[in-house]
């Protein structure tokens, strides 16, 4: 987006936006969990929930260690 607006004022051309960007992992904080998760199991074998959630307990992000639960309720979509 800050290419575009950069373009438009350096050409002095007005563009509307038809539609937003496409999913982009640093709009949603979830991602940049996963990407902290990652390197604290650091190419282990996650061959077990209980090793999962291990691994997912003991990471820090931002200083904190995050709360972890196992879900058993199924989520319908939509």
Excluded: C
């Excluded at 996650?46 to 820090?60: C, G, N, Q, Y």
């Amino acid at each position: 987006m800050k290419r575009i607006v950069e373009f438009a004022h350096k050409h002095q051309v007005n563009i509307r936006l038809a539609y937003y960007p496409p999913y982009h992992s640093k709009y949603n904080p979830i991602e940049r969990t996963w990407a902290i998760l990652e390197n604290h199991w650091n190419g282990s074998i996650l061959d077990e929930v209980e090793t999962a959630l291990k691994f997912a307990s003991t990471m820090k992000w931002k200083g904190d260690h995050p709360v972890v639960k196992l879900v058993h309720e199924t989520y319908e979509n939509g």
